[in-house]
């Protein structure tokens, strides 16, 4: 029972899924944020379908093909870069607003900043803490300042799954969770809002 909650909780926080949350309650919050219902529809495409058929495609990928839950981590990683330089490059062309570009950018940029630490630098930083807590933080920096209680919620959930399943450790788990509060911050003070 327990590797099953450890692996639903997983499962239920995973980037992806937190982005479609987040998406859905910015657009109910304010759809000025967006531009529009098809630049939504766009989002939800690029952050969150897109990244999330990695899981699905990876059996048939030939060379993440039969190389388990690495391969499968890899194909993610590079599914959600794809997902969100596709992303800017439709913004670029659509002339989003200032709000959704700090969205997507907040994504690539704490993405590419996942690859680098975990590929180059070979650390673990948790994509999996970076993807509940950078949507949380894109909540709160849009205005709904009370979604840090669940996102603290999960994050402490995802916390526990990841070190009981040996994920991560609680300093990998942590690193994630710093890069798009950092890259938000950064964001805020060359682009603000």
């Known amino acids: 029972m327990r590797a099953k909650t450890t692996k639903a909780i997983r499962v239920l926080t995973l980037a992806p ?19 529009g ?30 190389k388990g839950r ?6 993610a990683m590079v599914f959600a870069v794809v997902g969100y330089v596709a992303g800017c490059i439709t913004n670029l062309f659509l002339h989003a607003p200032l709000s959704l570009w700090i969205i997507y950018l907040d994504y690539l940029i704490s993405g590419a900043l996942v690859v680098i630490i975990n590929k180059v630098f070979r650390l673990r930083a948790s994509a999996h803490a970076c993807g509940i807590i950078g949507p949380a933080a894109l909540l709160v920096y849009f205005g709904i300042p009370w979604a840090v209680i669940p996102a603290l ?11 009981d399943m040996k ?27």
Not at 17 to 35: E, R
Not at 70 to 75: A, F, S, T, V
Not at 153 to 163: D, E, G, I, R
């Open 153 to 163: 919620a999960l994050y402490a959930l995802a916390l526990w799954a990841s070190l």
């Open 37 to 66: 219902a098809h630049m939504l529809a766009l989002a939800v495409f690029f952050l969150f379908l897109l990244p999330i058929l990695a899981y699905p495609c990876q059996p048939i990928v030939p060379y993440f093909k039969g």
């Open 17 to 35: 899924i937190m982005a479609l949350i987040t998406l859905c309650a910015l657009y109910i919050k304010s759809k000025d944020l967006f531009g």
């Open 167 to 193: 994920r991560h450790t609680w300093q990998q788990f942590v690193g994630g969770a710093v890069i798009p509060l950092i890259v938000l911050a950064a964001l805020h003070l060359i682009l603000g809002n």
């Open 70 to 75: 690495e391969g499968q981590r890899n194909l």
